[in-house]
């Protein structure tokens, strides 16, 4: 099913954390409202009946990365 990926990486080596833009993930199911597969001929009502109508729960991710961050490195403190 379709929905919002949430990516916040944290910086171990500094441990600041920033939060990536929203992704979008799409997936391929022919009774997801919001897939590319959906027909376009599926429309309310029998669309409500049969579809997912709603994204479901972003996913998070909380990647560790062993490294300083980005802002970090810009202002020379990663020496
Ligand atoms: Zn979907
Ligand atoms: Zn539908
Ligand atoms: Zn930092």
């Known amino acids: 099913m379709c929905h919002w990926r949430r990516v916040r990486n944290t910086y171990r080596r500094c441990g600041h954390a ?27 009502p029998s669309c409500t009946a049969s579809c997912w109508q709603y994204r479901q729960f972003p996913q998070q ?19």
Do not use: W
Not at 18 to 44: A, G, W
Not at 63 to 74: E, M, N, R, T, V
């Open 18 to 44: 920033f939060d990536l833009p929203d992704e979008m993930i799409q997936c391929d199911n022919r009774y997801c409202k919001f897939s590319l597969t959906h027909p376009s001929t599926c429309v309310p």
């Open 61 to 79: 991710y909380n990647p560790q990365i062993d490294a300083f961050c980005p802002s970090c490195i810009q202002q020379g403190k990663a020496a």
